[in-house]
């Protein structure tokens, strides 16, 4: 159940995002941002939710090509309207790293070849920003407007993305005569996707030309065809990308329909050509092995070297399994052979960057931190390039110029300059005024030993003005995925700095079933839900609830998502651990879970398959699930959930809340009739963190 993961790898690719508001924002509406701390505020000196939303958000950054300036864009948001502006800022490296802002309401900046202007998104349209007086000029007219564009390198082609209506799903629409008829009509799976019902219309891919400042009427490349380009359920425009030449476009897409969509993770590069109208897929043509068997997971994020012969993209080998490794791969279009170059690198690649023709850099999750690597692609040699305690979760390279999005459990999203040592040194200050009036916890990064003599890294998250004197409540983190990294991650939702803040200390352990340590680690897990991890889990509890400074007699343990499950299951087999528990979004039932899910490849490979199968794995996996071991509850448990979730869905949180209260176990349920599988506006977020820190001051102080 990995959390979304929007990641823009190309200069020439944007991604258009949206603010979280339930209405389309007018152009002329104007919300009033206030990022400034009151008197009290500065006073106490530690982080609140409130101080959270004050924060400015950075998102996406590139180089000009002339390499002198920087754009990035930075959300704000007001809690009073509920919603947020984008704005577009430039870094000007040439002119002592001065920083300007260009213009409002913009977003997802993507630059000119002559470094004079850039395109960004507004209003689902397209518009040109000129980088030196900001003024705005609309480039496309797109009838529905548009989710995504990438302009070609000289600038005269692009191809933007929008919703074709392609198959009938509505009553109205297969019975006219009943046009007041509300009813969705289906023949096969899936029927519907995360967040939203299939309603027949799925994202295609346009070409058009730019003329006389505007954009043509674009090519639908896709016709008439039954899935979606960029993939589902994110729709990353990045899976999307310009050859140098501008002739060629390589996309991921998934041609799978129906059931066989909903059960396995088999998605293609494939490359269409703009003079010709055709289209090949690069892993069926190429003539290495002749092993298909290398390419039935997921094949995604293309990438042309300069000189346009080769494609990098990632690959993973096992259909099913969304957490297979991220293999390297290079397509030659000379001889279409194919070259793995992280088969000896025992971690994921991302962000594909080409230097000349015959490196690439990349970043590694590795041991709970994102790193930039480097690998030669004819001896295959990975260097890693930076080190520290640090994710980097997007960079940009021109010439020798990296610009790199960093975060830490200590700080939110900024950009740092990378030279070639792999040296970081920080140019946006983003948030300084509120850093400089807080103070931060310290983090402990300890090495615990689990039952089975494994050494599992586990990050210790202290309030700020620690007392090591004093004793302090003590919760567990529970992390989501499974497969997702306890990383050096700021989140705006479960924030490690923010609970502490209240005066907890957080315990984070890089349990079996995360990335960063190998796939063996990262393996583990499926199939074993009930098993190695939960003692993972246990064993950094138990490590450092023996501390002086932890209270072992006020114990929590929250999750989300995965972790919502663990909170479920160990609510059930703690041993009287724990003295609260708090659920979001968790699997609580795998029976119905099965039932209600929508991407069963996911439950099909982490379960052992359906319900109904005889596997051993199987049979253990619905064993054991947490809804087995509600006669055990007997600890206050608060669960959340979002009833436009489909990918966990509310039902599951539903069951869990009646089963406490049949139980007569003190429960209290959230259910957000407008966020799905996360809580992302802020008056709802607000309203949850208010929830989730009254629950444990009630029980833990």
Partial sequence: MKQIKLIVMLMSVVVITACCSDEKKSTDEKIVINNELTNDEIAAGILTPEIMWKMGRAGESAISPDGKKIAYTVTNYSVEANKGVTSLWLILLDNENKTVKLADDVSSPVWSKNSDKLYVAKDEQIFTVDAATGALSQLSFIDGGVEGFGIAPDGDMLFYVKKVAVEKRNSADIYPDMDKSKVKIYDDLMVRHWNYWDEGKFSHIFVAKISDGKVENGKDIMQDEPWDAPTAPYFDVAEITWNNGGTQLAYTCKKQTGTQYAISTQSDIFVYDVESGTTKNICETYNADKNLNDFQGYDMYPVFSPDDKKIAFLSMRRA??????????????????????????????????????????????????????????????????????????????????????????????????????????????????????????????????????????????????????????????????????????????????????????????NRRGVPSFGQEWLDQISGDYSGQNIRDYLSAI????????????????????????????????????????????????????????????????????????ENAVAKRSYANSPHKFVKNWDTPILIITGLNDFRIPYTQSLEAFTAARLRGVDARLLAFENEAHQVFKPQNNLVWNREFFGWLDKYLK
């Fill in 542 to 613: 138990d490590n450092v609830s023996k501390e002086t400074w932890s209270d072992e007699t006020r114990l929590g343990c929250v999750g989300a998502s995965y972790g919502g499950y663990s909170v479920f299951f160990l609510a059930g087999n703690h041993n009287k651990r724990f003295k609260a528990f708090i659920s979001h979004c968790g699997i609580f039932n795998f029976e119905s879970m099965y039932g209600h899910t929508e991407e069963l490849w996911f439950v099909n490979n982490d379960y052992g398959g359906s319900y109904w199968d």
């Fill in 320 to 509: 099913g399994n969304e957490s297979d490794k991220e293999r390297l791969f290079v397509w030659n279009s000379n001889d279409y052979s194919m070259n793995e170059l992280t088969s000896e690198f025992d971690y994921n690649a991302s962000n594909l960057v080409w230097e000349g023709n015959d490196t690439i850099y990349f970043i590694a999750p590795m041991q709970a931190t994102r790193q930039i690597c480097r690998v030669d692609c004819n001896n295959r040699n990975v260097e890693v390039i930076t080190k520290g305690d640090h994710d980097i979760n997007h960079f940009t390279k021109i010439n020798d110029i990296i610009i790199a999005e960093i975060t830490k459990q200590t700080m939110a999203t900024e950009l740092f300059t990378v030279n070639k040592n792999g040296e970081t040194a920080q140019i946006s200050f983003v948030n300084k005024n509120i850093y400089d009036k807080i103070q931060m916890g310290a983090i402990e990064k300890r090495w615990i030993q689990t039952t089975d003599g494994k050494q599992m890294l586990t990050w210790i998250i202290f309030p700020p003005k620690f007392d090591a004197t004093k004793k302090y409540p003590t919760l567990l983190y529970c992390e989501g995925g499974p497969q997702s990294v306890v990383s050096q991650f700021w989140s705006f939702r479960w924030n490690f700095q923010l609970m502490a803040a209240q005066g907890y200390i957080v315990v984070a352990p």
